[in-house]
Nanobody, 124 residues
Framework: QVQLVESGGGLVQAGGSLRLSCAPS????????MGWFRQAPGKEREFVAA????????YYADSLKGRFTISRDNAKNTVYLQMNSLKPEDTAVYYC?????????????????WGQGTQVTVSS
């Protein structure tokens, strides 16, 4: 069983930056492709970014390209989401997810494990 713990959320003004971290435990981290999703109140959970197990392949939601960057450090057993130029519409609970295998995935249903989420609030 993989347990995922997100951190780094908080309150930030529009235009600011945050870096989220996700630290899986329980299994070899490098065996999993990882993803970040978010869910705003009253909306469905949506894809943000994903990264392959080796870190050489990344996917982004089109609307977030250029502002968000996903990365991972397998030696530190951590995956990151750097979020820049934040907007009020980025306000959501952000979730880290893991899927067994090398390739990153796009869809919620393709992921095997989920964290509890971390709140990101962007004020205008």
């Amino acid at each position: 069983q993989v347990q995922l713990v997100e951190s780094g959320g908080g309150l930030v003004q529009a235009g600011g930056s945050l870096r989220l971290s996700c630290a899986p435990s329980g299994r070899t981290f490098s065996s999993y492709a990882m993803g970040w999703f978010r869910q705003a109140p009253g909306k469905e959970r949506e894809f943000v970014a994903a990264i392959s197990w080796s870190g050489d392949i990344t996917y982004y939601a089109d609307s977030l390209k250029g502002r968000f960057t996903i990365s991972r450090d397998n030696a530190k057993n951590t995956v990151y989401l750097q979020m820049n130029s934040l907007k009020p519409e980025d306000t959501a609970v952000y979730y880290c997810a893991a899927v067994n295998g090398k390739s990153p995935k796009w869809a919620v249903e393709e992921y095997d494990y989920w964290g509890q989420g971390t709140q990101v609030t962007v004020s205008s």
